[in-house]
């Protein structure tokens, strides 16, 4: 019964470069939540979808970033033209319904160099 | 706007209980107190949640005043493993949002 498994766990771009980090949910989850924490900062909310669907983006800058979370596959977050200001540890979680307990992948290391 | 109040860190002693204070003295009726710890580098963990009642689970037990106004998280016997930053959260009923404050820093010790 795996987790939420996020990929890759490191990854590191340079500025201007687009960075791609998967996130499949929970066997049975269909809620997917995004959240970024950047140094030495709280986790931040950034965005809710469920399948085929975004319903919540309020927290998603309003440019460069997109997520997705298509019928078959895991859930995409996009960052599109990194800035060094997106290095940060980005954490996806899963919840079987809107309300109930959400896990926690290990999250993606971005840096962007 | 803080919805909860915890202290910024605390020490325990390994195989005694940790007692994690939290305040929320504007939780309203239909908000759940929610705690997740995030050890070092990793995912933040679910550990329990309760709307009045006490609760316990195989990780901790919740306690709740009868006001709701404050909450405690025990741990009953801490491990070095325990160390890791705990956040208690309140989140409405229906609500999806988990809103993370700066939680305790809780460094269990040998």
């Known amino acids: 019964n795996a987790g939420v498994m996020q990929n890759p766990r490191h990854l590191v771009r340079r500025r201007g470069q687009e960075a791609r980090l998967r996130c499949s949910p929970m066997?049975?989850?269909?809620?997917v939540y995004w959240y970024r924490q950047l140094p030495e900062e709280g986790l931040k909310f950034m965005v809710y979808?469920?399948?085929?669907?975004?319903?919540?983006e309020s927290g998603m800058p309003k440019e460069r970033f997109s997520a997705e979370f298509p019928k078959e596959g895991p859930s995409i977050l996009r960052i599109q033209q990194v800035v060094r200001g997106d290095s940060a540890a980005y954490f996806c979680a899963s919840s079987y319904g809107r309300s109930t307990e959400a896990f926690f992948g290990q999250g993606t290391r971005l840096t962007v160099v | 706007d803080a919805k909860t109040t915890q202290p910024p860190s605390m020490d325990c002693a390994e195989g005694r209980a940790a007692n994690l204070p939290c305040n929320h003295s504007?939780?309203?009726?239909?908000?759940?107190v929610y705690w997740y710890r995030q050890i070092h580098s990793q995912g933040p963990q679910y550990i329990i949640h309760g709307l009045k009642n006490n609760e316990t689970n195989e990780m901790a037990s919740l306690i709740i005043t009868e006001d709701r106004k404050s909450s405690t998280l025990i741990l009953p016997h801490a491990t070095l493993r325990d160390t890791a930053v705990y956040y208690c959260i309140v989140r409405v009923l229906n609500d999806y949002k988990l809103s993370f404050g700066a939680g305790t820093t809780v460094t269990v010790r040998a």
């Open positions: 504007t939780i309203s009726g239909n908000e759940y």
């Open positions: 979808l469920q399948k085929e669907n975004i319903i919540d």
């Open positions: 066997k049975g989850h269909s809620h």
